[in-house]
Nanobody
Framework: QMQLAESGGGLVQAGGSLKLACVVS?????????WGWFRQAPGKEREFVAD????????HYRESVKGRFTISKDNAKNTVYLQMNNLVPEDTAVYYC?????????????????WGQGTQVTVSS
């Protein structure tokens, strides 16, 4: 059974940076799959942040993070990363990673389940 372990969150001032990591275990073919980052703020629904296809060549980002966030994957470490720069208070949320079905035409849909515990990101103004 696949397990997801997110880490790297924390409290940061606006304008700061964080790099999130998601270690995937129980997935023998990590390199063959697409992965995504999602977030959920208090009182709001979970939303798409970024995704990356199996090769790492193609990505999507939600509009509000374009130019600030970068998703990447390290197949040797079974790890997906999210580099977040120039953070703003609106980025405050619990961040989750998950396996996704990548489409060239649009960002990935939010997976129905299989979530890890997430990592809290708090940006102060």
């Amino acid at each position: 059974q696949m397990q997801l372990a997110e880490s790297g969150g924390g409290l940061v001032q606006a304008g700061g940076s964080l790099k999130l990591a998601c270690v995937v275990s129980g997935r023998q073919t990590f390199s063959a799959w697409a992965w995504g980052w999602f977030r959920q703020a208090p009182g709001k629904e979970r939303e798409f942040v970024a995704d990356i296809n199996w090769s790492g060549r193609y990505t999507h980002y939600r509009e509000s993070v374009k130019g600030r966030f970068t998703i990447s994957k390290d197949n040797a470490k079974n790890t997906v990363y999210l580099q977040m720069n120039n953070l703003v208070p609106e980025d405050t949320a619990v961040y989750y990673c998950n396996e996704v079905k990548f489409s060239m035409d649009k960002p990935a849909d939010i997976p129905p389940g299989g979530w890890g515990q997430g990592t809290q990101v708090t940006v102060s103004s």
